[in-house]
């Protein structure tokens, strides 16, 4: 494959083995600094040498590729807040803080959330995010962008996940740098009087004002939220119910800004400046404007991944073309790839930069393999084929991805594309001269009406393919070994295909059989063995399970609607390997190798006779005086789940520390698991 072979595509795979070797390692900020330091005066020693001799070694490319790898583990360290000695983490006692909102984020239930830019600390200048938590009440408004907050309220660990196989929301916010949280009520903080303001405050001023201009024009709510998201880049507005559809229906791309969206603005825009062109100096001053309203779009937007990572590529493409160099689109891509890295290396962990690309790549890569198959003449036919081509591409490059993310993937996502692509660009047209027109206050009703039908119609049909549940393929397991094994093989095959040799068919039946030892392997290794008893933390409500190897025994108190939604259970049966899954009510005493654990719950009973327990579980909040329970029975542990009063686990656990007895409440501890004997 002719991209393995170019030098950026070389680099790029070293800058990112550098970034993950620092961000799995413990290599410090100074150690990495020095081996960069030492490999790069090797280069230039190197280079030297290079520029006089006639015929080239191969210890320059060598000594290049390693001083890639160092400069990786070099941006790594310097981008993680928590090596430099400003950061907030630094500080051992904090009595007052302030700060600055960053970002807006989904208010939840009970709290509106902010990402905060932490300006000082005790009156000492600091930096680092925080995640800040204000409770809602009725005189609760959201903070806008560059508001400044002061608080005597201290910093508070951000709780890992308190159950297995849950989604890790404090390991997603360290990959954003953000390491702590803040709890605030209305009346324990002060707002300051006119901030400064940020161009990020600027931006979020200008979004929030189109809001309110389309307000005016009573757009449904599910409607609005979708124009935000496609053409501002906001998701907070759209409801849990709408995202479900879209994304049950492989249109979730959709609503996220990305090449789709930013190919379309820029053809445009190529429309409306070439008259430009006419004039002397004319093509300077369309690269000019082009480039700028691409990236004040990205800045609008919110400076998403997959919005930068679009905007970047054509960039690049835009540049290419002004200055008439030959273009390679996988190559534009490596190159937006390698300079996204440089300036943020956390978006490779980012999802949707992942998808992104993986989308991107096997468009450019695949898409001619159809034309193949067949190459339709017609316009028709092209444009149909083209669309469906398109569209099966993405799908089959993002689809070990998805699996590995969500494990689900959508049957019906060529009836989506093929319905919603053709007509995307009159839609994304249309909504920015709404947007325009609502912004200046001239946007006529009639125009506001169409535009608001046009986006329910498209919801309506998202949500009609969404209903056909029974194409929505879901719980299908997949694991890191397993999704690299399966981009092995497309990668190979595609390959095959594009040069229908015999090595690279070797090659390709090579990758198959290491992707059958990767999932051999990762079925050994994952094969349950183990027999354990587990307490879950579910609010409201208790969850326990018994695993005996591949089989899987529930105990719980959840109606059978609640079942059905339940994260906890959905969970544990998707595990993989279960063969036999069984559901039954709560029990009060549950015998585990030569001891037995007792429920007490809100009945308060616990003197059985003959029982004496090693493990005592509370549940559904007891009136019970421990101290009696435990001189009675004399437990050597106590646990507290999530269906209990949290005045009374406080309670709980001081009479516990007090009897000197361990206390794990699952609330701040999380599960908790007995290993069984076999």
Not at 19 to 28: D, F, K, P, R
Not at 270 to 281: E, G, I, M, W
Request: hydrophobic share 45%; proline share 3%.
């Amino acid at each position: 494959m002719k991209w393995l072979n170019f030098t950026i595509t070389k680099l790029t795979f070293c800058l990112i083995f550098g970034i993950l070797t620092a961000y799995y390692s413990t290599i410090s900020s100074a150690t990495s600094c020095l081996i960069f330091g030492a490999l790069f005066l090797s280069l230039c020693v190197f280079f030297w040498i290079a520029k006089k001799q006639f015929i080239q070694t191969i210890y320059f490319g060598i000594v290049a590729l390693l001083t890639t790898v160092s400069l990786g583990m070099v941006i790594e360290n310097f981008h993680e807040e928590k090596n430099h000695t400003s950061h907030y983490s630094h500080t051992h006692t904090i009595e007052n803080i302030q700060f600055r909102i960053h970002e807006v984020l989904k208010s939840n239930a009970y709290y509106d959330r902010y990402i905060g830019n932490v300006l000082s600390v005790n009156d000492s200048v600091v930096s680092g995010k925080i995640l800040v938590l204000i409770r809602k009440d009725s005189l609760t408004k959201t903070l806008p962008v560059d508001a400044v907050l002061y608080t005597k309220k201290s910093l508070s660990a951000i709780k890992s996940t308190l159950n297995p196989t849950s989604f890790d929301y404090k390991a997603y916010l360290e990959d954003r740098y953000v390491y702590a949280q803040l709890y605030l009520k209305t009346d324990e903080f002060l707002l300051a009087e006119n901030p400064p303001n940020t161009l990020y405050g600027y931006a979020a001023t200008l979004r929030n004002t189109i809001h309110e201009r389309l307000q005016e024009h009573h757009f449904n709510a599910d409607a609005l939220a979708v124009i935000e998201a496609l053409l501002l880049g906001q998701r907070q507005q759209i409801s849990k119910e709408l995202q479900t559809n879209y994304v049950n229906a492989g249109a979730i791309h959709m609503l996220a800004i990305s090449g789709l969206h930013v190919g379309i603005l820029l053809f445009l825009l190529q429309f409306l400046l070439n008259p430009l062109c006419r004039f002397k100096y004319g093509k300077s001053l369309k690269l000019l404007l082009l480039l700028s309203i691409l990236w004040s779009f990205a800045f609008v937007s919110g400076l998403s991944a997959s919005v930068v990572r679009a905007v970047t590529m054509f960039t690049a493409i835009v540049v290419a073309t002004h200055f008439r160099r030959q273009t390679n689109t996988l190559q534009v891509l490596t190159v937006s790839m390698f300079f996204l890295l440089l300036c943020k290396p956390h978006f490779l962990f980012d999802v949707g930069f992942q998808l992104s690309y993986a989308a991107v790549f096997s468009i450019v890569c695949l898409q001619p393999l159809w034309k193949k198959l067949w190459n339709p003449t017609s316009f028709l036919g092209k444009s149909f084929w083209g669309l469906l081509t398109v569209s099966l591409s993405a799908q089959l490059g993002v689809l070990p991805l998805s699996l590995y993310y969500f494990h689900q993937f959508p049957g019906l996502f060529f009836v989506a594309n093929l319905t919603i692509i053709p007509v995307l660009g009159i839609i994304l047209t249309l909504g920015i001269l709404v947007i325009l027109l609502a912004y200046f206050q001239i946007l006529p009703e009639f125009l506001s009406s169409i535009y608001s039908e046009i986006i329910q119609y498209m919801n309506a049909f998202v949500s009609w393919i969404a209903s056909h549940e029974q194409f929505v393929l879901t719980d299908i397991p997949m694991r890191l070994l397993q999704m690299i094994g399966c981009y092995l093989v497309l990668i190979a095959f595609a390959q095959y295909i594009h040069h229908p040799k015999r090595r690279s068919l070797q090659i390709a039946l090579c990758c198959v059989l290491i992707c059958q030892g990767c999932w051999f392997l990762d079925r050994f290794q994952e094969f349950p063995t183990e027999h354990t008893f587990s307490i879950f933390h579910q609010s409201k409500a208790t969850i326990l399970a018994r695993q005996e190897g591949t089989n899987l025994q529930l105990f719980h108190n959840l109606n059978d609607s609640s079942v059905a939604k339940n994260y906890t259970i959905k969970q544990q049966l998707q595990k993989d390997f279960i063969e036999n899954v069984t559901q039954d009510s709560l029990q009060n005493v549950y015998t585990m190798n030569d001891s037995q654990l007792l429920r007490i719950d809100s009945l308060g009973i616990y003197q059985v006779p003959t029982l004496k327990p090693k493990y005592v579980l509370l549940s559904n909040s007891p009136k019970v005086n421990l101290n009696r329970v435990i001189s009675i029975l004399q437990p050597e542990y106590i646990i507290a789940d999530g269906s209990n009063y949290r005045s009374y686990v406080q309670r709980w656990k001081a009479a516990s520390e007090k009897q000197k007895i361990p206390f794990h409440y699952t609330g701040e501890k999380g599960f908790f698991s007995i290993f069984l004997e076999k």
